[in-house]
């Protein structure tokens, strides 16, 4: 296992549990990733000469998606910063309490106040959530440079605005519950750290095959020998909810284009015709360095680019049995239609 001084090891998720790593884990700064390249390790291969980036890969890093304000143009902390970040880490883990999902973790250490994922009912205790890996990047998107994700303009806004309008409340219908609740799909790409936040790649001759463990999604890539051919593109007029993908190395990496999104399928408030560009690089034994540009000037005033550092795992990929939105809707609708009528009673009163 590679180690650097630039990560920690947080805490061991338990329900399901799996092993927790006894080393700090990898980072892949891109002067460290160079360095890293410079060793003896040598990227593995496929039989057919591919790049071998096959296994179960972790997103456990604490990094944010966006640059907390205070950070400015920094894209990486100093020493004594890192330093001071490990130390308050250290100290939110043994406090307990509320697990800190996704970007919550590093903004509980800047701010030192955690703040519940779900206030409304109470969150999951730190004893779900999984090692999670400090690095001393700023922010997981790289371009802007300020490392955070560009304005909106003015058509996107308007077109949020008109899809809030024709949702349908919250407790009208089962089509007015979230996608995630209702066990359909969390979008793609899933980028939340540190809760199901594990991948299986698996690759053919002729095909990659992603399998996300949130909502057990399966992404089958097939791939084409020249990125400029029309290969596998499909109709425009079909949508998909993790859009028409396909795929083509270069060197020793996997590129990933993707289009056709459902106009239902959101991702930040991204439009149908978004294009999704992916870059998976093997750049240690046991870190996938995942790259991903999405390019959508209906929605943003220029494309942005993130890298997250996926860690390698021996623990399978755990079933993900989402039923909890099934199971609770009836009591969802009925209690709201309960609270309709009792309201109607005492207006009449």
Known sequence: MTCTDTTLNLKTRVKPVRRALSLLVAIALSAQASAQQANDWEVPRTPDGHPDLQGVWANN???????????GDRATLSAEEFAELRRQAQEI????????????????????????????TGNYDAAWMVDRNLENRTSLIIDPPNGRIPPMTEEARARLAQRNANRPGETDSYLGRPLQERCIT????????GYNSYYQIVQGSDSVAIIQEMIHDVRVIPIVDAPEQDEFVLDDRVRLWHGASRGWYEGDTLVVETRNFSDQSLFRGAGADRLFMERYTRISEDVLQYQFTVEDPSTWER??????NYTASEDPIFEYAC??????????????????RN???GNNQ
């Open 343 to 345: 309201a109607a009673a």
């Open 61 to 71: 890093s604490s990094t944010p998606l966006e640059r907390p304000e205070i950070f």
């Open 186 to 193: 969390w979008g793609m790409p899933y980028i939340m750290a």
């Open 303 to 308: 494309p942005w680019t993130a890298i997250i």
């Open 93 to 120: 883990r043994d406090s307990g309490g509320d697990a800190l999902f996704g970007d919550g973790f590093l903004n509980a250490v800047i701010t030192g106040e955690v703040q519940s994922y779900d206030p409304s």
């Open 323 to 340: 039923h909890e939105g099934n199971y609770a809707l009836m009591g969802i609708l009925s209690g709201a239609r309960a609270a309709e």
